[in-house]
T-cell receptor, first 115, second 115 residues
Framework: AQSVSQHNHHVILSEAASLELGCNYS??????LFWYVQYPGQHLQLLLK??????LVKGIKGFEAEFIKSKFSFNLRKPSVQWSDTAEYFC?????????????FGSGTRLSIRP | SQTIHQWPATLVQPVGSPLSLECTVE??????LYWYRQAAGRGLQLLFY??????ISSEVPQNLSASRPQDRQFILSSKKLLLSDSGFYLC??????????????FGEGSWLTVV
């Protein structure tokens, strides 16, 4: 069965540090890829998505992610984090040409930023 | 622009009582609608999805049911709540067809505590 792995369950960084959150998936064909963010007490919001084209995707709030097909990865990055980036981050994958109902979410990475 | 609302935001119900969580989407027609449950450290679990009025697909057999009485209304119900039904429930939508049809947008979520 397809799966999405976010190996880091909790990441703690200081402000201005660089961020990279890992995401790996287990499907060998075409994929649609997503990163969602959930700030404390809020709902899930879409950060960025990749359907096709440039594998380096830029999202909101200075985040970007790079799709590396050979590594089955879609890591999330930000060059300099802020305290307001404290949140939980979810990677998600839709395998093949499936509908959105087939989306698979990772278990999430909790990011804590020290002021 | 499209918006999604679900209510109530928080709910405390006794074991054995009924449940009704409601969700509505505005600004689009014939959306795909979803109910998810989010458990701490376990990501999101799809409970139900609907591609049209009266069309419900259940992903996980359980004590819950869903209905779609109108195009942009999705209801999560239970006749008799169990303690294990406690959790955070998220309504979501995606476009029915066409570009962007695979992007899911989430509502604010509903915290259910069964006591």
């Amino acid at each position: 069965a397809q799966s999405v792995s976010q190996h880091n369950h909790h990441v703690i960084l200081s402000e201005a540090a660089s961020l990279e959150l890992g995401c790996n998936y287990s499907y060998g064909g075409t994929v649609n890829l997503f990163w969602y963010v959930q700030y404390p007490g809020q709902h899930l919001q879409l950060l960025l998505k990749y359907f096709s084209g440039d594998p380096l995707v830029k999202g909101i709030k200075g985040f970007e992610a790079e799709f590396i097909k050979s590594k089955f990865s879609f890591n999330l990055r930000k060059p300099s984090v802020q305290w307001s980036d404290t949140a939980e981050y979810f990677c998600a994958v839709i395998p093949g040409y499936s509908s959105a109902s087939k989306i698979i979410f990772g278990s999430g990475t909790r990011l804590s930023i020290r002021p | 622009s499209q918006t999604i609302h679900q209510w109530p935001a928080t709910l405390v119900q006794p074991v054995g009582s009924p449940l009704s969580l409601e969700c509505t989407v505005e600004g689009t027609s014939n959306p795909n609608l979803y109910w998810y449950r989010q458990a701490a450290g376990r990501g999101l679990q799809l409970l139900f999805y609907s591609v049209g009025i009266g069309q419900i697909s259940s992903e996980v057999p359980q004590n819950l049911s869903a209905s779609r009485p109108q195009d942009r209304q999705f209801i999560l119900s239970s006749k008799k709540l169990l303690l294990s039904d406690s959790g955070f429930y998220l309504c979501a939508w995606s476009r029915g067809q066409g570009a962007g049809g695979n992007t899911i947008y989430f509502g604010e979520g509903s915290w259910l505590t069964v006591v």
